[in-house]
């Protein structure tokens, strides 16, 4: 199994949307940064666990546990010229982008603030804290995630 931390704006798709989506799956469309479709594309599996993380909010912070129920396909989005997602390099026999699937499992309560992160000595290499990583699909170590988990057990 594979951990990881995937970030939304909960002003576009929220915790609280994904435990009110339809048996609280989503697919998990938009992504269009190469190194973070590349992730999903190799490395993340069925059943793999997701922090999921409000950004672009204060405070920044991870609201519920997810995991995968889809592995990697096409996203649809893409391929949509309506869709703010859609591009016109990507085409239906060689799609450009992917998506997964992802299902709650479990709210953090409460939620656990970027800051109270940041004061954890054992999560200094977490890619969450580095600076400049703006990444919305990025790996976490077992280490880092039993660390977070440790803070609401």
Same mark, same amino acid.
């Given at each position: 199994?594979?951990y ?26 938009g ?11 190799? &490395? ?5 666990l =997701? ?5 672009? =909010? &204060? ?6 546990? %997810?995991k ?13 010229? %309506? ?5 016109? *390099? ?12 992802i299902? %709650?499992?479990?709210? #953090?309560?409460?939620?656990?603030? #970027?800051?109270?992160? &940041?004061?954890?000595?054992?999560? %200094? ?5 580095q *600076?400049?990583?703006r990444?919305?699909?990025?790996? =976490? ?13």
């Amino acid at each position: 199994m594979q951990y990881w931390l995937m970030k939304t704006e909960p002003a576009v798709f929220s915790w609280n949307d994904l435990k009110a989506a339809p048996e609280q799956t989503t697919g998990w469309e938009g992504v269009r940064n190469y190194q973070a479709r590349n992730f999903i594309r190799d &490395k993340m599996k069925l059943g793999d666990l =997701v922090f999921f993380y409000h950004s672009v =909010v &204060k405070p920044q912070a991870i609201a519920g546990i %997810a995991k995968v129920v889809r592995p990697a396909y096409p996203d649809p989005f893409a391929l949509d010229p %309506a869709s703010p997602y859609f591009d016109p *390099k990507s085409s239906a026999e060689n799609p450009t982008w992917l998506m997964v699937d992802i299902q %709650a499992v479990q709210d #953090l309560t409460p939620q656990i603030a #970027l800051n109270e992160l &940041k004061k954890i000595p054992e999560l %200094a290499s977490m890619m969450l804290l580095q *600076k400049g990583c703006r990444l919305s699909v990025q790996p =976490v170590t077992p280490q880092e995630w039993q660390q977070v988990i440790s803070l609401r057990a």
